[in-house]
């Protein structure tokens, strides 16, 4: 499996340190030390619009099935059906609405490459859109500083023979380390999440490697403490990083690092380990082997 096509949405709204410093009155420093972001960015369109926006980009010629990808929560109508009308697609035949948190995009992978060897999909449109910003309690500094909007569309195609291998680690103990409240904002023990993503993600890592040998890893971008803890113990590795510029932008944020490092081409992901964290906690990688391998 491959993507022959990616394109993404981002916001025009900035939401820089600056601003944020005096708001919570704080040095744009303490901001960038803790987080390793400069710039969120903030949509004025609803989840579904920002989607639409990214696919618009993409040529849809024999696309017949839609995974819509999104943690900010539950809707009555499903997303993939609206897709199919609003961007006219016409063979449609089949479509699922894939919300797993923040590990949602590496779902949906697996997902795709289900339908690819069952036959059920031929192409497949593949969104994910978030728009953390509305999930964010405004006078929390612990989120406020972090989260971003972002939507990413992508073709997938499957003739190269690679099929994947996906894990998931869950602990329970953690559930309350990232959570939703029931005002529907983010609630986060950012010191829990941090020892949470740094262990499970090294032991995730070594367990491919191990098996699969160098890959290119690409990590959810949650917070750059994070990802430079992890990065110590893969020194001989290559890691995709774009959190400074464009901030946690939860699922989408994997996607996001894709389209920003090799731009609108196609994609071999047989060549990379992707990575992330969600809330729960979970901990979700995915990679591809294929039959000379």
């Known amino acids: 499996m491959y993507i022959s096509q990616i394109n993404a949405f981002i916001p025009e709204k900035i939401l820089d340190n600056q601003f944020l410093a005096k708001k919570f009155n704080v040095s744009e420093d303490w901001i960038y030390k803790r987080t390793g972001i400069r710039n969120r960015y903030i949509s004025e369109v609803d989840v579904f619009q920002m989607g639409i926006k990214a696919a618009e980009g993409l040529d849809l010629g024999g696309v017949d099935t839609v995974l819509f990808v999104s943690s900010v929560g539950a809707h009555y109508v499903p997303f ?13 035949r089949y479509g699922i609405d894939v919300s797993n948190g923040f590990v949602g995009f590496v779902t949906s992978l697996h997902i795709a490459d289900v339908m690819f060897r069952e036959n059920i999909a031929n192409k497949i449109l593949l969104i994910v859109s978030e728009k953390l910003s509305d999930l964010v309690e405004e006078n929390d500094i612990n989120t406020a500083i972090l989260f971003s909007d972002a939507a990413v569309a992508m073709i997938l195609e499957n003739h190269d023979k690679c099929i994947c291998d996906h894990r998931v680690m869950y602990d329970s103990e953690y559930l309350d380390a990232l959570n939703i409240n029931e005002n529907k904002k ?16 090294k032991k995730m890592l070594s ?12 990590p959810h971008q949650a917070n750059k403490r994070i990802l430079e803890s992890v990065k110590k113990s893969f020194n001989d590795f290559e890691f995709l990083d774009i959190i400074e510029e464009y901030g946690n932008t939860g699922a989408v944020s994997i996607p996001l690092t894709l389209f920003k490092t090799y731009g609108n081409t196609e994609i071999s992901l047989k060549d990379h380990l992707l990575i992330s964290v969600g809330g729960g906690m979970t901990t979700s990688a995915i990679t591809w082997r294929c039959n000379n391998e």
């Open 186 to 201: 983010i609630v986060m023990d950012g010191k829990r999440v941090y020892k949470f993503a740094v262990n499970n993600m």
């Open 80 to 92: 993939y059906v609206r897709i199919f009308e609003k961007l006219k697609i016409k063979n449609s």
């Open 207 to 218: 367990q491919y490697i191990d098996k699969y040998g160098k890959k290119i890893i690409v």
